[in-house]
């Protein structure tokens, strides 16, 4: 597969509704979208995960243009490439920077899928024709829209709700929500808004039979939560101190965790998500797909990897029509009673909207080889 164009375009998308976490309200989304074509025409897609601002990630949207211009598509470029995997290899001595890498390999997934027939959840090695979803319900201005929005997603299907908290907009909330929905699986998100000082507070959480907590502490640590994990029941899952299946060994013998989201982004791209899928059930942790308010083009991906086996707890892609006014993809990607049909097309299994992107696009620049 020899690469010969490769399409970055800057999009901004309006979101529905405001999305508040303990970093910050979020009331749109700038983002990268890429585009690699071969040889023949064919184009694979994908996009880049980070922010404008550097508050969930150090990454932004303008370094991961920068890093992927002037370092990452040269590499690129330089030889054909046999298989996605190749990628991450030929990456491997340029630090950090996993989303810029991801952006552009899963580019290159995409578009081996498409050039072998195949949708990208059987090119990953795939077996599942149907995933369960859950709901990621942001911080509300009240407890009573928290819980307005818990129904209207129970309602739907859903498979499970995720509340985000912080001090302050935690241990009442809980209790509300579980009082209200008694037998919901239920997660709390704190985004790593605590501290090891605050385990005797976190602690109560356990009185409300959660699923798990995640990321409560530091984005960079695993030494003090593994002490939290001892002094709380429920399960600690990791997001933000998870970059490799390296850091996956050491959270596992350290006891820092019992269940890893898995975002494609965060991890460097879909071959990484593969070594770490594998590595936790190998060692029988369970993992799930996590949410960075995608596009269709990166919820498509989020879904192809969801399929492998291991993903046995419900993800956070949910319906395009519960984030955008309209998406980037034909057919938007729609939820069935918390159930998402994974498409047996090649590729991601879902087209671009070519109108859609362009009256999106601020900005876009075009490499050839």
């Given at each position: 597969?020899?690469?010969?164009?490769?399409?970055?375009?800057?999009?901004?998308?309006?979101?529905?509704?405001?999305?508040?976490?303990?970093?910050?309200?979020?009331?749109?989304?700038?983002?990268i979208?890429?585009?690699?074509?071969?040889?023949?025409?064919?184009?694979?897609?994908?996009?880049?995960?980070?922010?404008?601002?550097p508050?969930?990630?150090?990454?932004?949207?303008?370094?991961?243009?920068?890093?992927?211009?002037?370092?990452?598509?040269?590499?690129?470029?330089?030889?054909?490439?046999?298989?996605?995997?190749?990628?991450?290899?030929?990456?491997?001595?340029?630090?950090?920077n996993?989303?810029?890498?991801?952006?552009?390999?899963?580019?290159?997934?995409?578009?081996?899928?498409?050039?072998?027939?195949?949708?990208?959840?059987?090119?990953?090695?795939?077996?599942?024709?149907?995933?369960?979803?859950?709901?990621?319900?942001?911080?509300q201005?009240?407890?009573?829209?928290?819980?307005?929005?818990?129904?209207?997603?129970?309602?739907?299907?859903?498979k499970?709700?995720?509340?985000?908290?912080?001090?302050?907009?935690?241990?009442?909330?809980?209790?509300?929500?579980?009082?209200?929905?008694?037998?919901?699986?239920?997660?709390?998100?704190?985004?790593?808004?605590?501290?090891?000082?605050?385990?005797?507070?976190?602690?109560?959480?356990?009185?409300?039979?959660?699923?798990?907590?995640?990321?409560?502490?530091?984005?960079?640590?695993?030494?003090?939560?593994?002490?939290?994990?001892?002094?709380?029941?429920?399960?600690?899952?990791?997001?933000?101190?998870?970059?490799?299946s390296?850091?996956?060994?050491?959270?596992?013998?350290?006891?820092?965790t019992?269940?890893?989201?898995?975002?494609?982004?965060?991890?460097?791209?879909?071959?990484?998500?593969?070594?770490?899928?594998?590595?936790?059930?190998?060692?029988?942790?369970?993992?799930?797909?996590?949410?960075?308010?995608?596009?269709?083009?990166g919820?498509?991906?989020?879904?192809?990897?969801?399929?492998?086996?291991?993903?046995?707890?419900?993800?956070?892609?949910?319906?395009?029509?519960?984030?955008?006014?309209?998406?980037?993809?034909?057919?938007?990607?729609?939820?069935?009673?918390?159930?998402?049909?994974?498409p047996?097309?090649?590729?991601?299994?879902?087209?671009?909207?070519?109108?859609q992107?362009?009256a999106l696009?601020?900005?876009?620049?075009?490499?050839?080889?």
């Amino acid at each position: 597969m020899k690469i010969k164009r490769v399409i970055l375009r800057h999009l901004k998308m309006d979101l529905l509704h405001p999305f508040t976490t303990s970093l910050g309200k979020e009331m749109d989304r700038d983002f990268i979208l890429v585009e690699i074509q071969d040889e023949d025409g064919r184009s694979g897609w994908a996009e880049s995960v980070a922010c404008a601002d550097p508050f969930y990630k150090e990454e932004t949207l303008k370094t991961n243009w920068h890093i992927m211009e002037d370092f990452l598509i040269p590499l690129l470029q330089q030889k054909e490439i046999q298989h996605p995997d190749e990628v991450s290899q030929r990456f491997a001595h340029i630090r950090g920077n996993y989303m810029a890498k991801a952006a552009l390999e899963g580019a290159v997934w995409d578009l081996y899928a498409r050039r072998q027939n195949l949708s990208l959840s059987k090119a990953l090695g795939g077996s599942k024709s149907q995933i369960e979803v859950g709901l990621s319900v942001g911080i509300q201005p009240t407890i009573d829209e928290t819980l307005r929005k818990i129904e209207a997603g129970l309602n739907e299907g859903y498979k499970r709700i995720k509340i985000k908290i912080k001090p302050g907009w935690d241990l009442n909330l809980t209790r509300a929500v579980r009082n209200a929905f008694p037998s919901t699986p239920l997660m709390v998100d704190a985004n790593s808004a605590y501290t090891l000082a605050d385990a005797d507070h976190l602690a109560q959480l356990d009185e409300f039979d959660l699923m798990m907590i995640e990321q409560p502490l530091a984005h960079d640590d695993l030494i003090d939560h593994a002490e939290l994990q001892v002094r709380m029941r429920t399960p600690i899952c990791l997001d933000e101190s998870i970059h490799s299946s390296e850091d996956v060994r050491k959270a596992i013998k350290l006891g820092s965790t019992q269940i890893i989201n898995i975002k494609i982004g965060r991890v460097g791209g879909l071959t990484e998500a593969k070594k770490i899928h594998d590595l936790c059930q190998t060692h029988d942790m369970p993992v799930w797909c996590g949410g960075m308010l995608e596009s269709g083009i990166g919820r498509a991906h989020n879904i192809a990897i969801t399929t492998l086996a291991n993903f046995t707890l419900p993800g956070d892609t949910a319906a395009s029509s519960k984030y955008w006014p309209r998406d980037i993809i034909h057919p938007e990607i729609t939820v069935d009673n918390g159930i998402i049909s994974v498409p047996d097309t090649p590729g991601i299994g879902y087209e671009p909207d070519h109108d859609q992107i362009k009256a999106l696009t601020l900005h876009e620049k075009v490499y050839t080889c």
